[in-house]
């Protein structure tokens, strides 16, 4: 059963969410970010799916069950749509748009094929099981994804700061949910006790970083990348 503390994560990262929403839309980039929007309202919908599936049929229920990995497919298909836009805002000035977008559609592609092939013998099963194997390939994915932008981030001599920050808030995102799973499998036996609240906590960390990130970073302010490798206290910011 979940705590007031279970309880009280949900409720903060809903509400931050919501807030990348508004943020957006106060900075008047609501469509400039759409996939990121769109990611993030679908976010905010699932947690008010979850919370309706867990009232009505428990946390422990098939529903429950079958309700958050088919989101997590689709969550994890809008963030790869994220990830994709980023992309190609950080090389927009090399004219590689149309290349990226089809390396994309062949990655998805290949890993809803690769799925399929690990779990077509089990055919009892096979609808839940293909969702689960496809949610965690396509995170694999976007993991290697993100890291490889963040290289690519730093042979760039100039790009816009509050991309760049969207960027770094979702690598840190990433790692810090494979140290998650690392530490899952290193130490069981704090799984109750402790790591059972890593997850919604850097479920939290992303919507606030990307919350900050909008209210905070001007649109047309420019970071000088090769910063990044220089151990400063903070990023220099320039507006043009």
């Known amino acids: 059963m979940l705590g007031p503390i279970d309880w009280a994560l949900w409720i903060i990262c809903f509400v931050l969410e919501v807030g990348v929403l508004a943020s957006t839309f106060y900075r008047k980039a609501f469509l400039r970010y759409l996939p990121l929007n769109i990611f993030m309202m679908c976010n905010a919908l699932t947690d008010c799916g979850q919370y309706i599936c867990m009232h009505k049929f428990g946390y422990n229920s098939y529903q429950y069950y079958y309700f958050y990995y088919y989101t997590c497919s ?11 836009q980023f992309y190609l805002r950080v090389f927009k000035e090399l004219e590689v748009s149309q290349y990226v977008r089809r390396v994309a559609f062949a990655l998805l592609i290949f890993t809803a094929l690769f799925s399929y092939i690990v779990v077509h013998k089990n055919r009892d099963h096979f609808t839940k099981q293909f969702v689960v194997e496809f ?3 396509i995170y694999f994915v976007e993991v290697v994804l993100t890291y490889l932008l963040w290289g690519a981030l730093l042979k760039v001599r100039e ?26 499998n290193l130490f069981p036996s704090l799984q109750d ?10 479920g939290i960390w992303l919507p606030l970083a990307w919350c900050y990130t909008f209210l905070r970073v001007p649109e047309e302010s420019r ?14 910011v320039k507006t043009q």
């Open 74 to 84: 689709l969550l994890a298909i809008l963030l790869f749509t994220v990830i994709i």
């Open 135 to 137: 949610s965690q390939n």
């Open 159 to 184: 790009t816009q700061a509050r991309v760049v920050q969207l960027i770094l808030a979702l690598g840190i995102y990433f790692s810090a949910t494979a140290g998650t799973y690392a530490l899952r």
């Open 193 to 202: 006790p402790i790591l059972r609240f890593f997850p919604p906590l850097i």
């Open 223 to 236: 970071l000088e990348t090769n910063q990044l490798l220089t151990p400063t206290p903070a990023l220099a």
